[in-house]
């Protein structure tokens, strides 16, 4: 059974199954869209609670969905039957900040020394703003979003450090103000942007080369929104050049039984 | 005792004892500022239903916080002690769209036949937003806000139509994407921002040069950002040039026991 018989329709707990059975090995964009996904950062007990504490001082960038105890495989708080060591379709296994395997299960690399991570990503987001009727044109186009490394500096905790990475969408200005409101009520999947307008005040020289994912088009009657983004904890994992980690890959997130909605604060 | 006399402190019963006892003429920008400050539109009972569905239909720039019934002088609701006759530091009668008088109180003017709506007014939020520490050019330069006639139209009810009127306050994107969220939760006093970034898409050809109000710098590292404004049902009223009506005078509101911490919503 290949990916493309995966229904958008199918549960978050048919999603895990399927990748915990090796049948879903791709992208999870779109797929039981209604339900939160998630970043994954699986680190050494030793290096935790420093990234903890990097999570805590950045928030919007790392939004915190649950942390495991050291060795923990499950996360019942996430879902009833969610199995960290295999439902998450293509995972990658760094050496020294480099990458060594991008294993479709991590069995084999599990220690009981690891502290699982999970942290909102902005697919839920995504799902807010469209439910809302507001375009997105990565999302039309098919493209993954453009991300750039900022020139807003993330607080420093222990070896992890580095800029804030940015994700963004052009809007038109209504759009934008509508999108300000909508995502604010989401402060655990990155919340409001950080920055709308002129891309130079936060340090992006040039749209068109972002620095992770694909260009899109801002038009003249847009303005690019940014948003903090997941990436910005790879990037301060990649910084810190630890001698093991894990994480997913890029888009294959784990698919949680939270409904987006539930994220929704007042 | 002159208008000097009226401390900040004052309540806002005793700001209306004042201008009743004719002892404040002036703007009340700034006094009893904790409190919801008002416009006021005084209309014939039989263009009351048309203006009331004038101010439904374009709730950011009109929204109402009180409309009385033919011939009342007291809005409860407001004030335990409330009268639209003197309370208002200067008003301004209308013939035929023409200003005839700008008197201190209305007693000679008031028919039995007149409608007096309350409509949400600035002040309130721009207290909101400088309680946040959000810095406003206009209040630190003393100076009116900038307002413009912008070619966003308003919504057609019987004789009342027009351009939405806008007013404008230069903001650095993160205290713009702030201002969002705050104004947002104050839908009585205009709410949310209709635009932001460049002016020309919404017909405002040379921010220098006001309709209303006095121009204000927007520095390299702001946005102009955009709300709806009380003078567009003024403006809508002049359109109609309805052969009898009152309003206040610019500046000068009517001050109400509400707090501007009562009108935030969720």
Known sequence: MSDLAISPAASALDIRLAARAGRLTGHTSGLAAEHVQANLAILPAAV????????????????????????????PALGADLDLLHDVPR??????GELVDEPTDIARWWRDDLVTFVIGCSFSFEHALLAEGIPLRHVEQGRNVAMYRSAIPTRVAGPFSGPTVVSMRPLRAADAIRAVQITSRLPQVHGAPLHLGDPALIGIRDLARPDYGDPVEVRADELPVFWACGVTPQAAIANARLPFCITHAPGHMLVTDLFNRELAGH
């Open 91 to 96: 995972y990658r296994v760094w050496h020294d």
């Open 48 to 75: 935790a609670d420093d990234f903890r504490r990097f999570c805590e001082l950045n928030p919007q960038a790392c939004p915190l969905l649950a942390v495991t105890a050291p060795g923990e495989t499950a996360v």
